[in-house]
Each structure stands twice: as structure tokens, then as C-alpha cells.
């Protein structure tokens, strides 16, 4: 599912953070085929990154 895929897209970047924006294009445009799209607001990606409880994903604060 989606968690697999942002889990399988942050270990290809050795955990380092990665913006929102980045894994919803990642999602939306690199697996999303015709046969299987993926079709998720940046928002809907949040919510479902903030309500998982398997994979351990976690927020961090952009740096300034």
C-alpha cells in the first residue's frame, strides 16, 4: 500500500528527511501507473503518514 511505498522511498534515501511535497511526487507520478493510480492529496498523505502505526513514521520540522 502507500506506507509501503514511502517506507520502500525513505530507505532508497538512507532515511534522510524528505519533504511532504517529495514522497506525494513520488507516489503520484513514479508509481502510479494507468493499470494501479494513485490518486492522494498531499493532505490525505499527511493524515495517512500521522495515523500510521506499524512503520514508525515521524514528522520533522523543516530547518530554517
Known sequence: ????IVFRTLL????QPTPLSDLHYEL???????I??????????????ETDN???FA???PQD
Open 12 to 15: 532508497s534515501r538512507r532515511n
Open 59 to 61: 514528522g520533522v520540522k
Open 1 to 4: 500500500g502507500i506506507q509501503e
Open 36 to 49: 494501479r493510480p494513485i490518486n492522494i492529496t498531499e493532505e490525505g498523505l499527511r493524515h495517512v503518514l
Open 54 to 56: 506499524y512503520y514508525g
Open 28 to 34: 503520484t507520478e513514479r508509481w502510479s501507473t494507468p
